[in-house]
């Protein structure tokens, strides 16, 4: 690859860990020199408990800048993930999006900074661990997502009662007229309605 030209070589796939190799001899050589990153990249697998990012790809909009410890990297890592949502199991897919700024140094502090060769860094380690971090741990479909089966296992309190009494104020179908006269032994409720069509008690 030609320096300067490629910087998203990614690496080969398989067993190796992916690289997401950018020169960086040229941008050292002065302080304040900046080299945008942009585009797609490969990295190694990104899969946690219920999600994952297919095709394990994300997309960066990156800035590196020399500074004299080294070179900071900075911008925003894109992931597209797809998961399983903890009340129904179906399929969610989401987009989160990450702001980086991580400092690569030739002596990295554990756990702080990131290691950068002379000539090349090596940015896929860094960019793997920010893109994991953005995987959902319990995705929801949304957030009235009612469950696999509402009907026996409400994810919420059912609303108060409304479905139950609705047409208690309705109008009345005058076609139901004709059933004024009946009178079910274990409905007191349509008893007490029918008030007056006839007298429950009769019968
Ligand atoms: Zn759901």
């Known amino acids: ?57 994300v997309d960066v909009e990156l800035e ?9 990297v900075e911008g925003t890592l894109v992931v597209d993930w797809s998961g399983e949502c903890r009340r129904c199991l179906g399929e969610v897919r989401g987009r989160s999006e ?22 090349f860094v090596d940015l896929a380690p860094m960019l793997h661990d920010l893109a994991l971090g953005a995987l959902p741990l319990a995705p929801l479909c949304s957030e009235t997502c009612a469950g696999p089966d509402p009907e026996r296992f409400p994810a919420r309190p059912a609303p108060d009662g409304e479905a139950i009494d609705t047409d208690a104020d309705a109008p009345r179908d005058p076609r139901w007229a004709a059933l004024d006269g009946l009178v079910f032994a274990d409905d007191p409720g349509s008893a007490a309605r029918d008030e007056g069509a006839t007298d429950p008690g009769g019968r």
């Open 98 to 119: 990450v702001a980086v700024r991580e400092i690569f140094e030739v002596d990295p502090t554990e756990g702080e900074t990131w290691p950068l060769g002379d000539e």
């Open 64 to 72: 590196l800048v020399s500074v004299p410890e080294g070179v900071v």
């Open 1 to 57: 690859m030609t320096p300067g030209d490629g910087p998203l070589s990614a690496g080969s796939s398989g067993r190796r860990p992916r690289r997401v190799r950018v020169e960086v001899a040229s941008l050292r050589r002065r302080t304040g020199e900046r080299r945008a990153l942009v585009g797609p990249v490969e990295l190694d697998e990104m899969v946690v408990t219920a999600a994952h990012v297919p095709g394990d790809r």
